[in-house]
């Protein structure tokens, strides 16, 4: 009668008493491993168990460095909040943006855009009007508002010109938040260099929350521009 490596295999998950009760098999088992050596079994459970260790380490600093990542982007998008929730008008808004925004967080091309049915001054260099009709449903930014989610990771060339106008060639990747609270007051628009800086994979948590908050001081501010 052959006995079956599986026969086996069942045989020592039903008895894992079975080594315990026969030491010196253990010490004489040895196992193939990929440089052609043979070693124990005690040496390659020893290799599994660091194994294991260096795995669950890697995971650790990940998690580590992840926790530091987001206490940093926590702490620039408190102040960022902050200071939008204090901006008197239009102009502390540009200003607002710029430093705490573009500059915070690295970020090389801002641009407000906001719906022309509102007083916005075009001699403002991070907030300019778009057109009403460009917003609604069939304009050229239409779908950049009725999207659930933001636009993140890389744009078409129309897109591209369409949110940064002369910087467009410089863009690579962008998000690009709608800024709607009971209206559509417009867009917010992020654009870098870098390809890779906004993916369409990435947790947007933190852009949300600028958006929410962009949205919601607008109202008291385009009433003063008005």
Do not use: C
């Amino acid at each position: 009668m052959t006995i079956t490596a599986d026969q086996i295999a069942e045989y020592l998950q039903d008895h894992l008493d079975f080594f315990e009760q026969h030491p010196k098999l253990v010490r004489e088992l040895k196992l193939p491993t990929d440089s052609g050596v043979a070693i124990s079994l005690v040496e390659f459970q020893l290799r599994k168990l660091r194994d294991h260790i260096q795995q669950l380490e890697r995971e650790n600093d990940h998690m580590i460095e992840t926790a530091r990542i987001n206490s940093v982007l926590f702490e620039k998008t408190r102040s960022l909040v902050l200071s939008l929730l204090d901006a008197r008008d239009l102009d502390d808004l540009s200003v607002v943006l710029d430093e705490k925004l573009a500059n915070g967080f690295d970020i090389p091309v801002v641009r407000l855009l906001l719906s022309d049915q509102f007083n916005v001054p075009d001699s403002l260099s991070l907030i300019q009007p778009v057109t009403a009709e460009s917003l609604e449903e069939g304009g050229q930014l239409a779908q950049a508002v009725s999207d659930k989610e933001p636009w993140i990771g890389r744009l078409t060339k129309d897109r591209r010109a369409a949110l940064f106008g002369d910087n467009a060639s410089t863009i690579e990747s962008s998000a690009t938040l709608a800024l709607v609270r009971g209206h559509t007051y417009g867009l917010l628009a992020l654009g870098h260099p870098d390809p890779t800086h906004f993916q369409s994979n990435q947790d947007t948590l933190f852009l949300d929350h600028i958006g929410e908050a962009l949205a919601m001081i607008l109202p008291r501010l385009l009433d003063k521009a008005e």
